[in-house]
């Protein structure tokens, strides 16, 4: 099982940014689509954002569409989250996620797993 580890996490004021990276564990990483998902407090955890095995393809929820950026360097086993303008309400725990099932191509579904410990981010208004 894919070992995942967030950071890049912090505290920023609104209309900042912030660049999350999550290392992953494994030879396969290159096989697996990836996310990041997101809970604030008294929240369910949300999909903020997935991007394909390759690279190529990627999803974003509609209230970070434009805002945020999904990337990954297979060579490097990392994604990372790039976040401007960044609101109050982005504030929440940022996880990164790993497809179990290597090739797929939906990009939204409810498998996602190997939850890394999460990175705090927090934007002051």
């Known amino acids: 099982q894919v070992q995942l580890v967030e950071s890049g996490g912090g505290l920023v004021q609104a209309g900042g940014s912030l660049r999350l990276s999550c290392a992953a564990s494994?030879?396969?990483?290159?096989?697996?689509?990836m996310a990041w998902f997101r809970q604030a407090p008294g929240k369910e955890r949300e999909l903020v954002a997935s991007?394909?095995?390759?690279?190529?393809?990627?999803y974003y929820a509609d209230y970070v569409e434009g805002r945020f950026t999904i990337s990954r360097d297979n060579a490097k086993n990392t994604i990372y989250l790039q976040m401007n303008s960044l609101k109050p309400e982005d504030t929440a725990v940022y996880y990164c996620?790993?497809?179990?099932?290597?090739?797929?191509?939906?990009?939204?579904?409810?498998?996602?797993?190997?939850w890394g410990q999460g990175t705090q981010v927090t934007v002051s208004s």
């Open positions: 996620a790993a497809d179990p099932v290597p090739f797929r191509d939906a990009l939204v579904h409810a498998d996602f797993g190997s």
């Open positions: 494994g030879r396969t990483f290159s096989r697996n689509n």
């Open positions: 991007i394909s095995y390759s690279g190529r393809s990627a």
